[in-house]
């Protein structure tokens, strides 16, 4: 039989049949049941794999490396999308059973409604996961236990055992620790002494967050940890809100972390990148891409400078403004609940983390174990990515060689090596001079550790929910409900939000690069040759996809409830953590709709970058002049007695 074209095809179903645990035979059938008879190749994702598979009279065979519980097979036929779901079940018919691919959002989508309504995290995420185990195991009366008791001896040993996990986990403990002992000491509040000289105001205190967030630019978990520790005792002072001081660490974190040229992201970026040029036979290099890329980077760079707009003008809107007028009228920085006992067991840790002896606050004491952190983290980069053959290679640039050494380099090991220096040195420094004995030293530690605790749970839960969502090939059936014939020139403002879908629904940035990357840049390119573009017009349009897969996935990031460097920016500021999502989520979304809607789509109909971040500045100024309120205290005051009256 002759190859017939599959998009003219009446293909309605991609039924599965089971031949044992790792071999398949697919069935195209019409919208009747009935065989399609084609022969030919098909573009068909399995398990989030595309493959070319090759049917004969309608039937196709495939096989996965190694067994698993469920398969997800996904196709675009002509302008409509194939996903479905097929659990491995001896006793169905075929050997498989079917389910629904829409099941697969509902373990992200409950965890962060439930989060959103009861501002209960932990018990949110740990429903999250029990209903995707439920679907996992089978959607029956036994898989309603079974899934239970899989959250623990699953998914949460799982996310125990992963060693990037426990680093992290490690890496958050000794921060906590190494906070814990130069507050005790006296170094927290010399330094808050010394920044007092330029944190006059709250308007002042907030800038220097902000300058300390673009300064520490090579990792955004470090980034989140040491600027919240850092300055939330300044900003306490200023009465400034912990929403607010939340938003400007989690808002200066990743999307520094996410266009500077030299940090722990490029490598990733760079490797996704490489591999779509090389398919593609794209001569331009990777690192060069990368950088015509950052011409369209308009959601972490507009976010930067709105949050500097939002600072200088003194003004803020929404749940943000409530906030920050609770702060400077009453002084309540944090969103206190006085019967509550949480709120006791917070005060008496804050107790713990006071002065021991307020008399010798001396600021050399914290600066020096946060140096440490800082400067180790970046030796640690730098030993762990070296390469000889990198630097001995005359035909690369220094900052290329530099990118490339931390791009391959152990961020993890390098953090924790930082971390344990930074704890070393604050200890050896606070018992040297005498401040606290060595066993009242280790009690510092100890208590800084537990306050990481309630922060390491939901980062566990959020992680094993990632994987859930793995399992149940989440971020594979979003992406395929984005699917179709589009023209090129919209393609950049459809993987934004697609993006940012994914990355809010499974709460990782990294996750959804690791997707889209691989997926849009090729259907980039065979689209824009199939619209008959040349290579000059198609590579501003690969640029922009390159730019704006990065830019939503932080988007998506900044507004999810699980996502972990969220939930660290939470724990490092002092902030409830549904009160900064929920403060920063109008922010997020006014940014993102701008760089997308007017700069994404103005540089999609080739108006010059630099035009169109004034364009998207102006506009964001514009918003923030219109709807914004001054949080000064007069106009706070005014605000109130207009309210009374």
Same mark, same amino acid.
Request: one cysteine or more.
């Given at each position: ?14 039924? %599965? #049949? ?17 065989? @399609? ?34 398969? #997800? ?68 009366? /036994?898989?309603?236990?079974?899934? %239970? ?7 949460? =040993?799982?996310?125990? $055992? ?16 190494? @906070? ?13 002494? /010394? ?38 005792? @300044?900003?306490? /002072? ?33 490797? +996704?990148? /490489? ?12 690192? !060069? ?27 803020? +809107? ?10 400077? $009228? ?9 019967? !509550? ?125 990632? #994987? ?14 984005? !699917? ?13 939000? &697609?993006?940012? =879908? ?38 501003? =349009? ?28 939470? &724990? ?39 035009? @169109? ?9 514009? =918003? ?22």
């Amino acid at each position: 039989m002759a190859q017939e074209d599959s998009s003219e095809l009446a293909i309605e179903e991609l039924k %599965l #049949q089971a031949v044992n645990d790792t071999a398949f035979t697919l069935r195209a059938t019409n919208e009747s049941g009935n065989l @399609v008879r084609y022969s030919g190749p098909l573009p068909v994702r399995i398990n989030g794999d595309l493959q070319e598979i090759s049917f004969t009279e309608g039937e196709a065979r495939f096989s996965i490396p190694q067994r698993a519980n469920l398969v #997800q097979v996904s196709a675009n036929i002509g302008t409509h999308t194939i996903a479905r779901l097929y659990r491995l079940d001896a006793e169905a018919e075929h050997g498989v059973r079917h389910f629904p691919m829409w099941l697969s959002i509902l373990p992200p989508l409950i965890a962060i409604i439930l989060a959103l309504i009861f501002r209960e995290v932990l018990l949110s995420l740990f429903a999250g996961i029990w209903v995707g185990g439920f679907v996992i195991y089978g959607l029956s009366l /036994k898989a309603f236990f079974t899934s %239970l008791l899989a959250v623990a001896d699953t998914y949460l =040993i799982g996310a125990l $055992t992963d060693p990037d996990h426990i680093s992290v986990v490690i890496f958050s403990m000794l921060i906590g620790g190494m @906070v814990a002992i130069i507050s005790r000491n006296g170094g927290m509040a010399g330094v808050v002494n /010394k920044l007092s000289r330029y944190a006059r105001s709250a308007r002042s205190s907030q800038l220097v967050t902000w300058v300390l967030g673009i300064a520490i630019f090579f990792d955004d978990y470090a980034n989140s940890l040491i600027v919240g520790n850092t300055m939330r005792p @300044v900003t306490d /002072k200023h009465r400034v809100s912990r929403e607010k001081l939340a938003y400007i660490v989690d808002s200066t974190a990743a999307p520094v972390a996410a266009i500077a040229f030299v940090t722990t992201w490029i490598g990733a970026e760079l490797g +996704y990148i /490489k591999d779509a040029t090389v398919t593609l036979g794209i001569e331009e290099g990777a690192y !060069s891409m990368f950088l015509n890329s950052l011409q369209y980077a308009y959601y972490p760079v507009l976010t930067l400078v709105f949050m500097l707009m939002l600072i200088w003008m003194n003004r803020d +809107y929404g749940l943000m403004h409530k906030a920050e007028r609770r702060a400077r $009228t009453t002084g309540a920085v944090s969103n206190h609940r006085p019967d !509550s006992r949480s709120d006791a067991r917070q005060h008496l840790e804050m107790a713990e983390f006071e002065a021991i002896d307020p008399d010798r606050s001396r600021a050399f004491n914290a600066l020096i174990p946060v140096l440490v952190v800082v400067f180790g983290t970046v030796m640690g980069l730098l030993f762990t990515g070296y390469n000889p053959e990198t630097w001995a290679d005359t035909g690369i640039g220094f900052f290329r060689k530099l990118s490339m050494t931390i791009g391959d380099s152990n961020s993890y090991t390098a953090l924790i090596w930082a971390s344990l220096s930074g704890v070393v040195v604050a200890i050896a420094l606070t018992v040297s001079q005498r401040i606290m004995s060595i066993y009242e030293t280790m009690e510092s530690l100890v208590t800084g550790f537990k306050t990481m605790l309630p922060a390491m749970l939901i980062l566990v839960l959020a992680w094993s929910l990632a #994987q859930v969502t793995k399992e149940l090939y989440t971020a594979e059936y979003l992406t395929s409900l984005f !699917s179709g014939n589009v023209s090129p020139r919209w393609l950049p403002e459809i993987t934004f939000f &697609l993006a940012g =879908i994914i990355a809010f629904s499974t709460g990782s940035s990294w996750g959804t690069m690791a997707i889209l990357y691989p997926l849009m840049l090729p259907a980039t390119w065979y689209v824009s040759q199939q619209h008959g573009m040349s290579v000059e017009e198609t590579m501003p =349009i690969m640029y922009n996809v390159i730019s704006v897969v990065l830019a939503g996935a932080v988007f998506g990031d900044h507004c999810s409830p699980i996502s972990d460097t969220t939930i660290l920016s939470s &724990l490092a500021s002092g902030c409830n953590h549904i009160d900064h999502v929920k403060t920063q989520l109008p922010y997020a979304i006014t940014v993102a709709l701008v760089a997308n809607l007017v700069c994404t789509s103005l540089s999609s109909w080739g108006v010059h970058w630099f035009l @169109v971040y004034l364009i998207g500045i102006a506009v964001l100024w514009g =918003i923030i002049k219109l709807i914004g309120k001054k949080n000064e205290p007069e106009s706070i005051r005014a605000e109130a007695v207009a309210e009374l009256t």
